[in-house]
């Protein structure tokens, strides 16, 4: 079964992930520590968003209605974080 | 991926129908998206703010508890990956299987976080009454709120999903589970379980990783 074969290989890179994201806390500290943490993060949830919730298979307003709330997110931060960093909060 | 073969008001094709399944549940998952963004965007800022304090905070976690609750959940949710690509097939034996394993490692996650909150009462980490003790600076107890109040959001986002998990195994043992025709119900709830994975994915380093 070729797909039971696709799912397990993701299954591994989202292992060897978690591992290396310990690892890297190990190595890296402050904002590179914090920066290597959450791009592994946000690789893992790109792996499971992809083909464990189908993104994969869906067409293409599907997959924006599924990461939509993504870009929300990252104007919050964004807006939220430009107040945090320049006006010193 | 047509699998809806009993169509339904109002629906012209099987295909428009599993679009609207499929796009009811996305957007669903997104409001939940914007509830944890919420959450992690004070997180970052308290670790971007209280830098010293939230390190300090984070290393007294149980890392190994951590990381090993990590692999429990993104191994269930390869099984509940496994169990709708058989759903999807019509072989209810491996989505059986797959369900149960899934819920088993659902179960196993609670009780690990719900030792780990033991072992941090005792240690006076937790910010409720008679514990806490342990913490001196502000951030560290700050840290120490936003990490029960996150943990505790997902764990019950994880229990309503353990009870989604049992109810749809005990559904197709009592036969009242057609596939592939309701293999949409599998992957839906599938959807939802695989939505509080990632949460999980964010909070542990996060949480447990601030160095």
Same mark, same amino acid.
């Given at each position: 079964?070729?797909?039971?074969?696709?799912?397990?290989?993701?299954?591994?890179?989202?292992?060897?992930?978690? #591992?290396?994201?310990?690892?890297?806390?190990?190595?890296?500290?402050?904002?590179?520590?914090?920066?290597?943490?959450?791009?592994?993060?946000?690789?893992?949830?790109?792996?499971?968003?992809?083909?464990?919730?189908?993104? $994969?298979?869906?067409?293409?307003? #599907?997959?924006?209605?599924?990461?939509?709330?993504?870009?929300?997110?990252?104007?919050?931060?964004?807006?939220?974080?430009?107040?945090?960093?320049? $006006?010193?909060? | 991926?047509?699998?809806?073969?009993?169509?339904?008001?109002?629906?012209?094709?099987?295909?428009?129908?599993?679009?609207?399944?499929?796009?009811?549940?996305?957007?669903?998952?997104?409001?939940?998206? !914007?509830?944890?963004?919420?959450?992690?965007?004070?997180?970052?800022?308290?670790?971007?703010?209280?830098?010293?304090?939230?390190?300090?905070?984070?290393?007294?976690?149980?890392?190994?508890?951590?990381?090993?609750?990590?692999?429990?959940?993104?191994?269930?949710?390869?099984?509940?990956?496994? @169990?709708?690509?058989?759903?999807?097939?019509?072989?209810?034996?491996?989505?059986?299987?797959?369900?149960?394993?899934?819920?088993?490692?659902?179960?196993?996650?609670?009780?690990?976080?719900? !030792?780990?909150?033991?072992?941090?009462?005792?240690?006076?980490?937790?910010?409720?009454?008679? @514990?806490?003790?342990?913490? @001196?600076?502000?951030?560290?107890?700050?840290?120490?709120?936003?990490?029960?109040?996150?943990?505790?959001?997902?764990?019950?986002?994880?229990?309503?999903?353990?009870?989604?998990?049992?109810?749809?195994?005990?559904? @197709?043992?009592?036969?009242?589970?057609?596939?592939?025709?309701?293999?949409?119900?599998?992957?839906?709830?599938?959807?939802?379980?695989?939505?509080?994975?990632?949460?999980?994915?964010?909070?542990?380093?996060?949480?447990?990783?601030?160095?």
């Amino acid at each position: 079964m070729p797909k039971a074969m696709q799912i397990l290989s993701v299954w591994l890179a989202l292992m060897a992930l978690l #591992a290396a994201t310990v690892v890297s806390s190990m190595l890296l500290q402050g904002t590179a520590g914090l920066a290597a943490s959450l791009v592994i993060a946000l690789a893992k949830a790109a792996l499971v968003f992809w083909f464990f919730m189908h993104l $994969r298979e869906e067409n293409g307003l #599907a997959r924006i209605a599924a990461t939509g709330a993504v870009l929300w997110v990252a104007i919050l931060f964004l807006l939220s974080g430009l107040d945090i960093v320049t $006006r010193g909060l | 991926m047509n699998e809806i073969t009993r169509l339904r008001e109002p629906y012209p094709t099987p295909e428009r129908q599993q679009e609207a399944a499929m796009m009811g549940a996305y957007i669903f998952l997104a409001t939940e998206i !914007m509830l944890f963004g919420g959450l992690f965007l004070v997180i970052a800022w308290l670790r971007y703010s209280h830098a010293p304090d939230v390190v300090a905070a984070s290393k007294r976690m149980h890392l190994g508890l951590g990381a090993l609750n990590t692999a429990v959940l993104l191994t269930s949710s390869a099984l509940v990956a496994l @169990s709708v690509a058989a759903a999807r097939e019509g072989k209810p034996a491996p989505v059986r299987l797959g369900l149960c394993g899934a819920t088993l490692l659902g179960l196993a996650f609670l009780a690990v976080k719900a !030792m780990e909150y033991r072992f941090e009462y005792r240690e006076g980490l937790l910010p409720v009454p008679g @514990s806490g003790a342990a913490l @001196s600076k502000a951030g560290e107890h700050l840290f120490m709120n936003f990490y029960l109040i996150s943990t505790g959001l997902h764990a019950v986002h994880l229990t309503i999903g353990v009870l989604l998990l049992a109810g749809l195994l005990i559904r @197709s043992m009592a036969g009242r589970l057609p596939l592939p025709d309701r293999a949409i119900v599998v992957t839906v709830i599938g959807l939802y379980w695989h939505f509080v994975d990632i949460v999980w994915i964010f909070l542990f380093p996060l949480l447990y990783l601030a160095r």
